[in-house]
């Protein structure tokens, strides 16, 4: 099985830098277009390669496929959740956690000011 992942992961590795090697010929402000692409590619990639659970006949399938890399951009940009709203969460949470550390320091401060 991980004999069949190594080439799994190589294949996935040849499509991403065929796109990138393509992407390269292209006016600058197309390659600045498809920079979200790029980055889903490179994450899917990542994924596939490195923390999705494949069984044996998974990576099988995937690896007789063209384009796995488009084929998963393609579900994932046409699907209902997004990374704007997945972002939006990030942003929520990282706000509340920022306030709720700067009312604990405000806390602090004025309990020493208080003595």
Do not use: H
Not at 80 to 98: A, I, M, T, Y
């Amino acid at each position: 099985m991980e004999e069949r992942k190594a080439v799994l992961i190589e294949k996935l590795e040849n499509e991403l830098e065929k796109y990138k090697s393509e992407l390269l010929r292209e006016k600058p402000e197309v390659i600045y277009e498809n920079s979200y692409k790029t980055t889903c590619f490179q994450e899917i990639k990542d994924a596939l390669s490195y923390t999705a659970n494949l069984s044996d006949f998974e990576i099988k399938t995937l690896s007789k496929r063209d384009n796995i890399l488009e084929t998963f951009y393609d579900r994932w940009i046409n699907s209902d959740g997004s990374l704007r709203e997945s972002l939006e969460f990030c942003v929520d949470d990282v706000v509340d956690e920022l306030r709720d550390l700067a009312v604990k320091e405000n806390r602090q401060k004025s309990k020493l000011g208080a003595r």
